[in-house]
């Protein structure tokens, strides 16, 4: 069985969707949407693994007064681009009540919890984009065996890309301008 997709969203406006669009998106449409080269990409139901690894990271990551940890806002990386990390760490200062997006140098570290559906733009795509804003700190969370594997990158600023700090499992002990020391076990059932 398939759904139609509503009017307003093929094909889209002339020229394509802009980075804009998203925040006058109509009433019922889907809460996550984020915008790659111009194409909404509509979020698929997520799986209990994704759902408490972001919940984890947010919870555990502690950044300094002046940083935050919000979950699942935007990036505007550009005219045609604004995707939907799972978990920033930003600028408090960026924070205002109608917030709905944040620019790249506003952006500490973005991290991306990998999903069946969302492979290829967690691992190449994003990576890429997050890099040539500026984002110094990219996370990539895999699942292995019912557990969070990170893979830690940080900015090369001379080429604009991000090289491997590392792979953590069981524990992510790492500094992204302030350490981090994150136990990265889940139980099943959650408690």
């Known amino acids: 069985m398939s759904t139609a997709l509503p009017e307003w969203f093929y094909p889209g406006p002339p ?109 190449s795509t994003k990576p890429i984009k997050y890099s040539d804003a500026g984002i110094k700190h990219f996370w990539r969370v895999e699942q292995e065996d019912g557990l969070p594997v990170v893979y830690t990158f940080e900015l090369e600023p001379t080429v604009k890309a991000y090289v491997p700090t590392g792979i953590h499992r069981k524990q992510l002990r790492a500094s992204v301008g302030f350490d981090v020391d994150i136990d990265l076990g889940l139980e099943w059932p959650p408690a």
């Open 15 to 123: 020229g394509g969707w802009t980075a804009d669009m998203l925040d006058h998106l109509p009433p019922g449409a889907p809460r996550h949407v984020e915008l790659i080269d111009g194409s909404l990409i509509m979020m698929s139901p997520q799986t209990a693994f994704h759902l408490y690894t972001i919940r984890l990271l947010e919870n555990a990551l502690k950044p300094p007064a002046h940083l935050a940890v919000v979950r699942e806002m935007t990036v505007t990386l550009g005219l045609r681009q604004r995707p939907e990390p799972d978990i920033l760490v930003v600028e408090k200062s960026a924070i205002g009540p109608k917030t709905t997006s944040f620019r790249p140098e506003d952006v500490h570290l973005v991290a991306e919890v990998v999903s069946e559906e969302s492979k290829e733009r967690d691992r």
